[in-house]
């Protein structure tokens, strides 16, 4: 599974290549705690690819407003 993601992101800015989809926030989501808990190599490939997903507008717009209820249930 690990070559096939890292080689299928090595073709392309997403996982199908050029366009963003459902895949890329799933990928996406589920790469940022895996590299952040050290459950994945950090390498470029990966690293970038987060950085592709997470900075995207609508991305940044849900995790503000996931902040924003967290906050609200303290």
């Known amino acids: 599974m690990f070559d096939t993601l890292t080689a ?3 073709k392309g800015p997403y996982i199908l290549g050029e366009r963003f989809t459902a895949a ?3 990928w ?3 790469l940022t705690w895996l590299l952040a808990s ?4 950090e390498l470029p490939v990966l690293t970038d690819y987060v950085e592709r997903v997470m900075t995207r507008a609508a ?3 849900a ?4 902040a ?3 906050k609200s249930l303290e």
């Not at 995790?63 to 996931?66: E, G, N, P, Y």
């Open 59 to 61: 991305v940044q717009k």
């Open 28 to 30: 996406g989501a589920s």
């Open 8 to 10: 299928q992101l090595s």
């Open 63 to 66: 995790v503000a407003a996931d």
């Open 68 to 70: 924003e209820l967290a």
């Open 24 to 26: 890329d926030l799933l």
């Open 38 to 41: 050290k459950l994945m190599p």
